[in-house]
């Protein structure tokens, strides 16, 4: 079995199903367009010799394997027993089936005006070691969301770019980002992600019944203000930015659940209820920023302060 993918996007907009990933100065500068949210994902850990197997292709996990997930874990996820991931997301409506920054003619609205990384990964996984994305690709190719699109090719083809071949990411541009996303969910994981998980621990990842809830693959989703406290108490500018984006959120979250309550589906009732769940967790967070902080209170690092404000405003990228 030849291990080569070769890739083609003609821009259909099938599999722009949802919101993506996001980091939060992505968040941030599309705070009008996105309604944030945490998603807490769970990563099963990969055990040497599993097999994984996606129809045809197979891979028995060696010690090279293992090593890469280990490396992935160990800067990019976070451990409590299993693996899990915490990311920054944009949530919307399921029923709506569509991200909210596509066209009605299937195009990206942010393609040139910072489309999010994730959105340049596609159709890659950063979260999969470079040697194994053959199989994230035929996983793809046999999903429905790519059904019909024809963008992935196994083998090389001559109109396509050869994306995987034989364990390599063959094509630059892919390279580059999953180099930039990686680099993007480690940068996220120490400015706010390190302490969601500290947070969380308590009634989530030591709690074995409240980590049920998380199936294997599956997803949690929770307010992102956890992940704006983590930040806002830095400097008085990273809390201006967080307050900023609290009020733009809000006001996006009551459109939202207005277009909502126009369309009257049943199926919409639950999410808009953890709408109102994101709008009364702002104002909470609002309450809590308001009081502002002193100046000997700040007593990070002014350089590690300096850094996170470059990051959250989107400059330093
Ligand atoms: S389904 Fe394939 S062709 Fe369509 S937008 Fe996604 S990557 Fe591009
Ligand atoms: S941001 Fe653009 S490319 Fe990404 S899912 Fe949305 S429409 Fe698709």
Redo the contacts with the bound molecule.
């Keep these: 079995m030849v291990n080569a993918f070769s890739y083609a996007c003609s821009a259909c907009?099938k599999?722009?199903n949802s919101?993506?990933a996001m980091s939060l100065p992505e968040l941030f500068r599309h705070r009008d367009l996105f309604i944030g949210c945490i998603a807490i994902g769970r990563v099963p850990r990969k055990r040497l010799h599993e097999k994984l197997r996606v129809g045809e292709h197979e891979a028995i996990l060696d010690d090279t394997d293992i090593v890469a997930f280990e490396a992935i874990a160990d800067t990019l996820l976070y451990r409590a027993g299993d693996t899990f991931s915490i990311t920054a997301q944009g949530y919307d409506y399921p029923s709506l089936a569509r991200?909210p920054?596509?066209e009605d003619d299937g195009r990206?609205?942010?393609?040139f005006n910072g489309?999010?990384v994730?959105?340049e990964v596609v159709p890659l996984d950063p979260l999969v070691p470079d040697a194994l994305q053959h199989l994230v690709l035929a996983g793809r190719n046999q999903s429905a969301i790519y059904l019909g699109a024809d963008c992935i090719q196994e083998g090389k083809r001559g109109d396509t770019t050869l994306l995987v071949a034989e364990g390599r990411i063959e094509d630059a541009n892919a390279r580059d980002a999953l180099a930039r996303r990686r680099a993007s969910l480690a940068a996220e994981r120490e400015v706010w992600g390190k302490a969601v998980f500290e947070s969380l621990r308590k009634d989530l990842f030591d709690s074995p019944a409240a980590l049920s809830r998380i199936p294997a693959g599956g997803f949690l989703t929770i307010s992102i203000v956890p992940a704006l406290l983590a930040v806002a108490g830095l400097s008085a500018r990273c809390r201006e930015l967080c307050l900023d984006y609290i009020d733009n959120q809000l006001g996006l979250i009551d459109r939202c659940i207005a277009q909502a309550l126009l369309r009257r589906r049943l199926d919409d009732r639950p999410v808009t209820q953890e709408l109102r769940g994101f709008a009364s967790a702002y104002q909470r967070a609002k309450a809590i920023l308001a009081v502002p902080v002193s100046a000997d209170e700040h007593s990070n690092e002014p350089t590690h302060v300096s850094a996170v404000e470059t990051y959250l405003s989107g400059t330093g990228r």
Excluded: E, F, W, Y
Aim: aromatic share 0%.
């Design positions: 907009g599999c722009c919101p993506p991200c920054a596509l990206c609205a942010i393609h489309k999010p994730t959105c």
